[in-house]
């Protein structure tokens, strides 16, 4: 299993990033993904996941109404539509996969600033 993101990088407050998850070595389309983060000094949080029937998807309360996570099935990855950020959002962001055990990918570091 192998999961590898991109797309961090920085931007003002304000702005907006996308980021992308590529995975490998699994059936992507038969399991649920996640984009958690963590800032600096802070424990790891969920931001976003997207189950795999039906593309349900769920939020952390502060993110609602400025993040939306997708998937392509097609092309095996994971996306993270990040608009409105503020310098709170600052961290770097990880995919996450459960199959059988924890996955991680290797992040991406998020700076919003000015």
């Known amino acids: 299993v192998q999961l590898v993101e991109s797309g961090g990088g920085l931007v003002q407050p304000g702005g907006s990033l996308r980021l992308s998850c590529a995975a490998s070595?699994?059936?992507?389309?038969?399991?649920?993904m996640s984009w958690y983060r963590q800032a600096p000094g802070k424990e790891r949080e969920l931001v976003a996941r997207i189950m795999r029937v039906g593309g349900r998807t769920n939020y952390a309360d502060s993110v609602k109404g400025r993040f939306t996570i997708s998937r392509d099935n097609a092309k095996n990855t994971v996306y993270l539509q990040m608009n409105s950020l503020k310098p709170e959002d600052t961290a770097v962001y990880y995919c996450?996969?459960?199959?059988?055990?924890?996955?991680w990918g290797q992040g991406t570091q998020v700076t919003v600033s000015s």
């Open positions: 996450q996969a459960w199959i059988e055990k924890d996955y």
């Open positions: 070595g699994f059936t992507f389309s038969s399991y649920a």
